[in-house]
């Protein structure tokens, strides 16, 4: 029966359904249920099936016109892609807004509000890495240039966190026990990844079967990105293992059930969570057969699409531009060599050439320890090829350099893709780096350290190949989305054109001395700390007073990242407020969340020290009601999305040369929160648009902080700082743990005994000097006002479609392609 037959009868049919009913056609005929009796999450399903039904359409024709225009486009490999909930994004983006309200309408047991809270976050990223990715892909919709995303489909994210007696305590976060109704699962176009073993569970531990070869099948499954009026949709294809042959009938008929499809469970293993646990062998075998198989699934895909379109193997760079977001995915200098040589028969220089020219590499680490490095012997038994291959390339490369620097062999052993000694490692920046065209930091003081420090020898060698593109966030997510209060008072300065354009914020700088807009400008802060603080209330309990400074310190938890320095500030001011009742300070609520990696000890112990500080700071007569410490639990992008437009502080304090841009500082300065900083990462750019006076800077710059290797001596600060000496001794002392004595002493001996690696005492007391001018700035709301004004109007070239257009331009060299 065609189509509009079968709508007529339902248009005739009982329940009455018209061609423009999409919810009420989803909730009855998706789940057989009366509206009467649906469940909310039934309702949310139904309404994004409806929404899915308005983008599937564009989502098409997109993939039609790039087929058959045979376009060259973005593939963007990473690890993470940390999205958030997909439909407000959508919502936003698609401006439907009054659609889905009008949809709803009929339904009088549904709520707006009640449904998006019934969607999780996608557990498919933890930090900013993942979260950069998101704001990449949808910035590559916006700007309509044609984009993959390739990641993992991880079936249990990374990890729930909740706080037990002050304790992270990991929990498996099921985000897909319910069917997720934005996602397509597309079987038909699974990928074959050969490996060089085999797996077994083996009293539940996945154990690993040498010398067995075996194959695994990646299942795509698509999502839908949007971009800013529905003009472009792309794709994220995620991939999810399984076995090649998932149920053995001769097993099950033999009584052996859990062996006919033990194959199953092994192969599922794969993609169950985000970063496991790679303290252990098996956590370190799985992480390196988790980037193999992303790569592998990856680039088969690209290349079947590519074939498909009529072309060449020279043509591959024309027509594909491969972006390796950080090392997780560099095994594609290797993986895609491969293809070349083995499949398509191409000699080694040409196939040189091809992979090079299509290739390009961002680097998110200045940390040594952080560049990935593999041992030979996991390509050995995984991907034995993959590891000849980097030999080959290894080999060649060398001779060039003896060539350029004979009897250099120290030069030779730092620009090796194989590190030796006892265990012989892959160096996978190095292999990135030699493998591509391109290799970008993501800021200015961190592409400057890169070249000069990290990877010095190469960039020598490579000069033309480097260079910098500074990170940038969505604004129609950070501040069109999240913030709508602010969204339409920019609207109504700057015109309605800034979500595409968000250098039109500078209409906001002339106005930022005028008391009339300061005031509305207030009012819009006001009201996003009410809504937060009402929302606290509602979801946990918790009490914030919208009045005080809402100082926030929100990432990923990290030593760099220094939230101990903000904890060693806050019993500072503690200490002064026992001594000194009547000591005038504004009232403070420091915010802290985010999660630690479950192997890192000292993270968790950070977390730990945060939780007790507040059970007592809290409570103290001497303290309560004029600072308050809150740590946040299930640090995700839904909360940020609240927490951000209601921030007054947004603290950036890094060790200098240690963060590499950042991203949550770019969405604090969007919405109006001033930066408590050091001069690092992004941060530097961000106050050299702003201007450094409305930003508070402090501590050591990042050459000081190398210098000090060789004299900084923390016990100095200990000895000659009473305040610091104080605040160190309580927590030594069990101050803040009376029920559990020496809880705390690693954080005592990171400190002082192991040298303070990330300088915190070397920058306390300079914090605790910013930290009063923050609140003597707070009592003079028009000079703060003013101050938060120009950090909104100069926070256009942080958006990440600047960025997007930067690699767009210099590295990928493609131009958008609008569908007709």
């Known amino acids: 029966m065609p189509y509009s037959a079968l709508l007529s009868r339902y248009e005739k049919g009982p329940f009455r359904f018209s061609r423009n009913d999409y919810y009420d056609r989803h909730l009855m005929l998706d789940h057989v249920v009366s509206m009467k009796e649906a469940t909310t999450r039934a309702r949310f399903e139904a309404l994004a099936r409806s929404l899915r039904d308005l983008i599937a359409q564009r989502w098409i024709l997109a993939h ?109 976060d099921n985000w897909l026990r319910n069917p997720d109704p934005w996602e397509v699962a597309r079987p038909q176009a699974a990928r074959e990844v050969a490996l060089g073993c085999s797996f077994q569970l083996q009293q539940g531990e996945l154990t690993m079967i040498e010398n067995a070869p075996t194959t695994l099948r990646g299942i795509p499954y698509d999502r839908a990105i949007v971009g800013y009026g529905g003009r472009t949709i792309n794709t994220l294809r995620l991939w999810g293992a399984a076995a090649h042959d998932e149920f053995d009938f001769q097993e099950f008929s ?45 680039l088969a895909d690209i290349v079947i699409r590519f074939l498909r379109r009529g072309n060449e193997w020279n043509a591959l760079p024309d027509k594909v531009a491969v972006q390796l977001n950080d090392t997780h995915p560099a095994m594609a200098v ?53 590891l000849e291959i980097i030999y080959e390339i290894n080999a060649r490369f060398l001779d060039d350099v003896r060539a350029l620097h004979p009897g250099d062999d120290h ?40 070249r000069t420090t990290v990877v010095a020898d190469l960039a020598e060698i490579f000069p033309e190949r480097f260079r910098n593109v500074t990170n940038g966030v969505t604004p129609r997510r950070w501040l069109l989305s999240a913030n709508p209060d602010l969204a339409k008072l920019i609207t109504e300065v700057a015109g309605p054109g800034w979500p595409l354009d968000l250098a039109q914020t500078e209409k906001l700088a002339p106005l930022a001395a005028d008391p009339a807009f300061a005031e509305r400008f207030q009012s819009a802060k006001r009201a996003a700390k009410a809504r937060f603080a009402q929302w606290l209330k509602d979801s946990s309990g918790l009490i914030v007073d919208p ?54 000890v000292l993270a968790k112990l950070i977390i730990k020290l945060i939780n007790n500080v507040a059970a007592k700071v809290n409570v ?56 408590v900083g050091t001069r690092d990462g992004a941060t530097i750019e961000m106050a050299q648009a702003a201007g450094e006076d409305n930003f508070f800077l402090f501590g050591l710059s990042a050459e000081e902080v190398a210098s000090g290797a060789s004299w900084y001596n923390p016990f100095w ?28 002493g690693p954080i005592w001996d990171t400190l002082l005994p192991r040298g303070d690696h990330y300088r915190h005492l070397a920058d306390l007391g300079s914090y605790a000097r910013t930290q009063e001018t923050v609140g003597q700035v707070y009592r003079k709301p028009a000079e703060w006002t003013r101050r938060a004004i120009l950090n909104t109007a100069h926070s256009g070239q942080f958006s990440s479609d600047r960025s997007i257009a930067d690699y767009a331009r210099d590295i990928w060299k493609i131009s958008p392609h609008p569908i007709d």
């Open 254 to 298: 033999k009584g052996e059930f859990f062996d006919a499809v033990h194959q199953k469970v092994a192969a599922e293993v794969l993609t169950r969570v985000l970063y496991p646990d790679d303290s252990t062998p098996r956590g370190r075998n799985l992480r390196f057969v988790q980037e193999y198989f992303l790569v592998a699934c990856s």
């Open 620 to 675: 103290d007569p001497a303290s309560k009601g004029r600072i308050s410490v809150m740590f946040l639990r299930e640090y995700n992008v839904t909360l940020a999305e609240r927490l951000i437009p209601a921030a007054d502080v947004s603290e950036q304090i890094s060790t200098a040369g240690y963060e590499a841009s950042g991203t949550s500082n770019m969405k604090f300065m969007m919405n109006g929160a001033l930066t």
């Open 334 to 386: 290797a993986e895609l060599m491969r293809i070349l040589l083995d499949q398509a028969k191409l000699d080694w220089n040409k196939a040189w050439e091809i992979t090079t020219a299509t290739l390009a590499y961002t680097n998110h680490t200045l940390m040594p320890e952080a560049l990935e490095t593999w041992p030979v012997d996991l390509f050995q038994r995984f991907a034995p090829r993959l």
């Open 64 to 172: 039609q016109a790039h087929e058959t225009k045979n376009v060259k486009q973005v593939y963007y490999l990473s690890m993470e892609f940390l999205i958030g909930r997909t439909l407000t994004n959508n919502i936003a983006n698609l401006e439907v807004e009054q659609f889905v309200k009008n949809d709803l309408a009929s339904d009088t047991g549904a709520s707006l509000v009640s449904l998006i809270e019934e969607e999780p976050d996608a557990g498919l990223g933890n930090g900013g890495l993942g979260r950069l990715a998101a704001c990449y892909l949808e910035s590559l919709a916006t700007l309509q240039i044609p984009a993959f995303g390739y990641g993992l489909r991880y079936e249990y994210g990374i990890f729930r966190q909740r706080i037990e007696n002050g304790w992270q305590v990991e929990h498996a």
């Open 411 to 450: 030069r030779l052993a730092r620009v090796s893709l194989i590190a030796e000694g006892p265990q012989k490692r892959v160096r996978m920046a190095n292999l990135a780096i030699v493998g591509s065209h391109s290799t970008n930091g993501v800021g200015e003081i961190h592409s400057r350290l890169l």
């Open 717 to 744: 600060h200990y000895e000659q700082e009473p305040e610091t000496r104080r605040a160190l001794d309580m927590i030594r002392n069990d101050a803040f743990s009376p029920d559990e004595p020496g809880v705390f």
């Open 547 to 600: 009045d005080s400074i809402f100082d926030c310190q929100i990432k990923r938890i990290h030593e760099y990242k220094r939230q101990l320095l903000n904890v060693l500030h806050i019993i500072i001011l503690y200490n002064r407020l026992r001594e000194n009742p009547r000591l005038d300070i504004p009232p403070r609520t420091f915010f802290f969340a985010g999660k630690a990696a479950p192997a890192y």
